[in-house]
T-cell receptor, first 113, second 112 residues
């Protein structure tokens, strides 16, 4: 049981480039989320999904797109990378019941130069 | 809007001490509360989950309590060890989309 898998683990981008951070879970979880973690800012919600075909914006959505075509996958797209998007990105998933918490991936460390 | 606060921001204790980390949240309409551990440069490891109907959960040397009406949770670590050194994050699940809101964490250092 792999849990939540994020790829890549590290990435360096040039300003203006685009890329997709991949997130996949094999637990049949309906709820999936993307967070970014910055020093002094904690973990902030970027986008989330409550099921296949349903996505919504979190606290800091600007510059990012998401889609949820399957239950398993929830990719995060950076449209035109900016240095302000240098961060560590975490994907998480949950069944959405009160008795279940969120499981996190190991993160993607992104640097935009 | 849900807001989560953790006190203290940093804590340094000698090995063997019992310690308490605090978490407070502004909206008591939560589904559950999760405590995570994060080692430097690593991901989040879930330690304990307390459902809104529960008062406490225990795992080994860790005990977490929840007082939903007052918007407070504590994480008690017994007989601390240097291996407990990490950042501890509190997060509440709330809202129609059951999203997590995180506190800023408590950085714990246990000295040998």
């Amino acid at each position: 049981n792999a849990g939540v898998t994020q790829t890549p683990k590290f990435q360096v981008l040039k300003t203006g480039q685009s890329m997709t951070l991949q997130c996949a879970q094999d637990m049949n979880h309906e709820y999936m989320s993307w967070y970014r973690q910055d020093p002094g800012m904690g973990l902030r919600l970027i986008h989330y999904s409550v099921g296949a075909g349903i996505t919504d914006q979190g606290e800091v959505p600007n510059g990012y797109n998401v889609s949820r075509s399957t239950t398993e996958d929830f990719p995060l797209r950076l449209l035109s990378a900016a240095p302000s998007q240098t961060s560590v990105y975490f994907c998480a998933s949950s069944k959405g019941n009160a008795g279940y918490g969120y499981t996190f991936g190991s993160g993607t460390r992104l640097t935009v130069v | 809007k849900q807001e989560v606060t953790q006190i203290p921001a940093a804590l340094s204790v000698p090995e063997g001490e019992n310690l308490v980390l605090n978490c407070s949240f502004t909206d008591s309409a939560i589904y559950n509360l999760q405590w995570f551990r994060q080692d430097p440069g690593k991901g989040l490891t879930s330690l304990l989950l307390i459902q809104s109907s529960q008062r406490e959960q225990t795992s080994g040397r860790l005990n977490a309590s929840l007082d939903k009406s007052s918007g407070r949770s504590t994480l008690y670590i017994a007989a601390s060890q240097p291996g407990d050194s990490a950042t501890y994050l509190c997060a509440v699940q709330s809202g129609s989309a059951r999203q997590l809101t995180f506190g800023s964490g408590t950085q714990l250092t246990v000295l040998p």
